[in-house]
């Protein structure tokens, strides 16, 4: 008898050691602090002002490079007004509940955006800050203690985003990825302010193709699409039914080649610097230097961001 309580007592030593450790097993592999540099726009960016106790306007201009090389400078780093893996690991330091201050606003913003936290971003580590960390631990499979150390830093950082359809767009799923709005939070916020300022050109939303799933990986129909940096958009019709109406390419009679155009273009001044390639095949856009030519791009424009 006492042998099969020792047993007994072993076996649910083992479950229990099996069942603590599952969340660490599934945690989200290949996470890591993106790198971001001037023209930068997003949720990352506001993080990092709240971090740099400056203005948190969420957009990467002069005054946050000044702030980001005189940091650097304190640090001992390359003061080079460019936010990489160091620079992020010198600013982020351990959080606990009880806490107060800028880096709890800037954990509050990272909740908010990626995992739905609703916080008020008030600066003060309390109960639903702690719970809101919590949930985000379990969710991406890492110890769920409520402590914001670098390893929840580095995946509150590296969690995409999803697309916001109410800045002026409409999801459009021609290859049956429903879910695949999600991006990292500098390529979600520069498309949102790009479609926001297009909508006062009075030609409708812009339909939004694919991005990538909520945490990467491989999307079918699509090889490029994997870590939240390339997105699809659709041209414009001249009837801006583009939402509504048949898809179309750019030989189409209802393509409207310069509200396309100036798409373009605002997407362009959004991410001053950060846009790598927009893939189309209008030979006119391509001539203008706005676009670049690739196959099977006749009917949609592809952004990659850097």
């Known amino acids: 008898m006492h042998t099969f309580v020792r047993r007994s007592f072993i ?33 990352d960016v ?33 003061a080079d007004g460019i936010v990489g ?37 008030d600066g003060k580590f309390g109960a639903g800050t702690e719970q809101a960390v919590k949930q985000f631990q379990r969710h991406v499979g890492i110890t769920a203690d409520g402590i914001v150390g670098s390893t929840t830093w580095k995946q509150l950082i590296w969690h995409y985003e999803y697309a916001d359809m109410s800045a002026n767009m409409c999801d459009q799923d021609p290859d049956g990825n429903g879910s695949a709005n999600w991006g990292v939070a500098a390529t979600i916020a520069q498309l949102e302010a790009a479609t926001r300022d297009f909508a006062a050109t009075g030609n409708g939303k812009v339909p939004l193709g694919d991005i990538s799933f909520e945490h990467g990986g491989d999307i079918p129909g699509h090889g490029s699409h994997e870590t939240g940096l390339d997105v699809d958009v659709w041209p414009i019709r001249t009837d801006t039914r583009q939402c509504t109406g048949a898809r179309i390419t750019w030989r189409s009679s209802t393509y409207d080649r310069a509200a396309t155009r100036t798409l373009v273009k605002a997407i362009r001044a959004a991410a001053p610097g950060q846009i790598a390639l927009i893939y189309f095949n209008d030979p006119v856009l391509i001539d203008e230097g706005l676009t670049s030519a690739y196959p099977n791009h006749d009917n949609h424009l592809h952004i990659r961001y850097k």
């Open 11 to 43: 076996f649910l030593l083992l479950v229990g050691f099996l069942v603590s450790s599952q969340s660490s097993a599934h945690a989200i592999a290949g996470a890591f602090f993106h790198t971001l540099s001037k023209g930068n726009r997003g949720t």
């Open 85 to 121: 893996p160091a620079t992020w690991d010198a600013l982020t330091e351990t959080v606990r509940p009880g806490d107060s201050g800028n880096a709890v606003k800037a954990i509050q913003t990272e909740l908010n955006a990626k995992h739905k936290a609703g916080l008020t971003v």
């Open 46 to 78: 506001k993080a990092l002002q709240y971090l740099l106790a400056i203005d948190a306007d969420g957009v990467f201009g002069d005054a946050t490079v000044t702030a980001v090389k005189r940091f650097q400078g304190r640090k001992g780093l390359t």
